[in-house]
């Protein structure tokens, strides 16, 4: 499996330093065993670790490659895998999802950022 062309147009790199309190966010679920077909949604970015201090990556964006190793077309149990074992400097592959004005957050996604601000990724 591959992805769009489309897609990776609107893709940025987004490079963390994995510290104590890890990389700061949580994937959404999915069922073990079935495969990814785009890569994997962010669900939380929570107000400690590198994600949150980095600040661009928000709920609802897609991570599509981990350390040059693509999240499309493998498990859910195998990206997270990948992302648990990084450490050091963690380089992400991230297409934005439809939410990076901080002005069309909903309620429960400004909850999820807290008061941090939501950087459009350009």
């Given at each position: 499996?591959?992805?769009?062309?489309?897609?990776?147009?609107?893709?940025?790199?987004?490079?963390?330093?994995?510290?104590?309190?890890?990389?700061?966010?949580?994937?959404?679920?999915?069922?073990?065993?079935?495969?990814?077909?785009?890569?994997?949604?962010?669900?939380?970015?929570?107000?400690?670790?590198?994600?949150?201090?980095?600040?661009?990556?928000?709920?609802?964006?897609?991570?599509?490659?981990?350390?040059?190793?693509?999240?499309?077309?493998?498990?859910?149990?195998?990206?997270?895998?990948?992302?648990?074992?990084?450490?050091?400097?963690?380089?992400?592959?991230?297409?934005?999802?439809?939410?990076?004005?901080?002005?069309t957050l909903t309620v429960?996604?400004?909850?999820?950022?807290?008061?941090?601000?939501?950087?459009?990724?350009?």
């Amino acid at each position: 499996m591959t992805i769009t062309n489309q897609l990776m147009e609107k893709a940025e790199t987004i490079i963390l330093q994995k510290k104590e309190h890890g990389l700061g966010f949580s994937l959404l679920g999915q069922q073990d065993g079935k495969r990814i077909v785009h890569g994997v949604t962010v669900k939380t970015v929570l107000t400690v670790g590198a994600a949150y201090e980095e600040g661009r990556l928000a709920p609802g964006d897609l991570i599509v490659m981990v350390n040059g190793r693509s999240m499309v077309g493998i498990t859910q149990s195998k990206a997270l895998s990948t992302i648990r074992k990084s450490s050091g400097e963690v380089v992400l592959t991230v297409v934005p999802g439809p939410k990076r004005d901080p002005h069309t957050l909903t309620v429960t996604e400004r909850r999820l950022i807290g008061n941090h601000p939501a950087t459009p990724m350009t």
